[in-house]
């Protein structure tokens, strides 16, 4: 006859298997439980943009006359710097058309710039021819004015941009005149030499791309004497590379 297991001990026994399955499932749940993650803060792209200070100085050709301000050549200059993370900021202006380089020299000490700026352009003398005035006196002027520009620069010659005269001669306001074609060579020899003299200042010909003009009536503004901002887009193109290099 088998022997009865008292009753005590087989309540002892399912307890003990209850405590040993409840065991076992909560280390399988343990085991599933997923980790804590420590959250990742994404790395800043660092920006390669530079900003910098741009001072136009001239006249007529400077302001832009008969075009919106996004289309003087200085603005279009600026624009091309900025594809290449150059910022101009900001751009000022001391130009008005009509201007000498007696009349822009006694802008500038009135104005009295904050200096210095990054880069500094210079654009002056059609007014002197245009006025008569004696062609001998316009070497000695020019010369002060880029002096000025220099020391607007921060004294930093390779920083100041000298563009030649363009030639109004072959506009209909002009009259396709060669007479004036050829003073306006005698004045940008004159720019030119003093410039080559001051070692390190740049000079940008733009006389050949403002003679376009006379073929290509596109390149000039309602008046048929200042240039379009088509025209001041090929000086900012000759204009801009070499600021960029300067400035980088």
Partial sequence: MQKLIPYKVVLLLVLL???????CTKKVIMIETP?????????????????????????SYTIGQLVDSVDRFPAQTAAILKQQNINIVPLQYIATTGWTTTNLATAITSVNPNVPFDVVSLLIGVNDQ????????????????LQTAIQLAGNKPSHVFVLSIPDYGVTPFGGNNAAISLQIDAYNAINKQVTQTLTGVNYI??????????TNKNLLAIDGLHPSGKQYKLWAEQLAPQMAAALK
């Fill in 17 to 23: 298997m209850i405590i040993g399955t409840s065991s």
């Fill in 35 to 59: 980790s804590t993650v420590t959250p990742v803060t994404p790395t800043p792209i660092p920006t390669t943009a530079v900003y910098k200070s741009y001072l136009a100085l001239g006249d």
């Fill in 130 to 145: 245009y006025q008569n005035r004696n062609i001998n006196d316009y070497a000695g002027r020019f010369r002060q004015l």
């Fill in 205 to 214: 010909d733009i006389t050949p791309a403002s003679r376009l003009a006379a």
